[in-house]
């Protein structure tokens, strides 16, 4: 049984078009508050899906409580048929977070480090020190990796020595180099230049594409989104949209689906100053 509330989760994922990753129904309570509440969601393999919503909205609890950090008090979630953090989804999934590339200044390591540490499980561990002391013993799972994100002729640089953009796509690097099927992305576009937020999110869409790879991505760049995944959710305690870009609600059909009015209503000379419900940038 996996959440004792028989919502008949388990019957469901044995269904032929099963998801990679299946939440059901899933609320999730902190500091005595529901931040999220009755949460659906399929992810299908080699989809690119976009979260958005405002802040505070419950994607990055959304995404730890895929991961098992936060315990759902309600409803059930499957990773490829495995509930989170069993041995089942071990090596799975990958999670990229925007602290992930604000790396310590003390510690020194060089991208291929970095990269090399996501191969790390506790099947391989002696190889991977063989690789760490020798390092003519190149490892082509991580050199492909450091290729895929462009960062090859960096491969000897310290990592502190990076730029924002190419820090964050040294630790995509490291989530490619794990193998993981499902890659989840909280914020990664944060503190990125524009060419930086176009080629990283250029490089995700064919990872996708060339390698079957799902991708996850919690964004509050609404536009980047819209450019960029092949499906977007908008999260705000709870689902409120789900379905394809081109169907993305304009801000004032989000406003009104989530209750809020317009509160300059008929005065006509306010029009121009409403404000957006939604920080877009
Ligand atoms: N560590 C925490 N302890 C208690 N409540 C938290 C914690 N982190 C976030 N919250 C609360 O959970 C809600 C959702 O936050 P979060 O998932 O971070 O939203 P988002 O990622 O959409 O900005 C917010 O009300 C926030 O205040
Ligand atoms: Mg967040």
Known sequence: MLDGTGTGILIEIKAPDSPLLFVKDVSVRR???????DVNLKIYPGEFVGIVGPNGGGKSTLIQTILGVLKHHSGGILLSGHEPLSQGVYGKVAWVSQAAANLPKNVRLTVRELVSLGVLNHKNWLNHWLNWFLP???????EEAIEMVGLSHLAHRDVNQLSGGERQRAVIARALASEADLLLLDEPLVGMDRASRSSLLKLLDRFCHEQNKTIVM?????????????????????????????????????ALMRGIEDVHGACEQCDDDVPSVLEVK
């Not at 705000?236 to 870009?245: H, K």
């Open 31 to 37: 500091n005595k508050t529901d931040v999220i509440k």
């Open 136 to 142: 003519n013993r190149v490892s082509p799972k991580i």
């Open 218 to 254: 919690i964004s509050h760049d609404i536009g980047a989104m819209l450019q960029t995944a092949h499906r977007l959710v908008y999260l705000e305690e709870t689902i409120w949209f789900d379905g394809p870009p081109a169907n993305f609600p304009s801000l004032e059909e989000l």
